[in-house]
């Protein structure tokens, strides 16, 4: 029984313990954003909106910089395919020298191959570009926000 007793008086002991570190560290956080806060800042948005006016700047030129390599990863993979295609109807013309329904097959292929690839590369170009446009809108939109 007493050391029920016991148990009860440590458990209650270690709650009210507890809860005094917890509000003393509290106080201890206000005290220090208190201190070292620095109101000028607070009272004039002008640094917000300069902050966010470069920001904007830099994510706009980091969007372009994406566009520009994300196309030319577009471009070089619609070459490669094409170089793939030309270098394939090569080895069929060069392993029949007639002329066959094989040769034509293989040049006709290869045509409908470097045409697929110019489109996929230019709808893939157009849709870089939509999602690049998207993301400029919403940094300009966001920079409207901070300097209202």
């Known amino acids: 029984m007493k050391l029920t007793y016991l148990k009860q008086q440590v458990s209650t002991l270690g709650r009210f313990l507890a809860t005094t570190l917890f509000f003393l560290s509290a106080i201890g956080f206000v005290w220090h954003f208190a201190l070292f806060s620095n109101p000028v800042a607070m009272a004039s948005p002008a640094p917000i909106s300069i902050a966010a006016a470069d920001m904007g700047d ?18 070089d993979t619609a070459n490669k395919v094409e170089r793939a295609a030309n ?10 020298d007639e002329g066959s329904g094989v040769e ?7 045509d409908r191959i ?7 590369a230019a709808r893939t170009e157009k849709a870089v570009d939509k999602n690049m446009n998207a993301v400029k809108r919403t ?5 409207d926000a901070f300097s209202n």
């Open 58 to 75: 830099r994510t706009k030129e980091a969007a372009d910089d994406v566009a520009k390599g994300s196309k030319n990863l577009i471009r």
């Open 114 to 120: 470097e045409q697929r690839a110019e489109e996929d």
């Open 104 to 110: 034509r097959k293989a040049k006709r292929d290869r």
């Open 139 to 143: 940094v300009d939109s966001i920079k």
């Open 87 to 96: 270098k394939n109807a090569a080895k069929v013309d060069r392993a029949d």
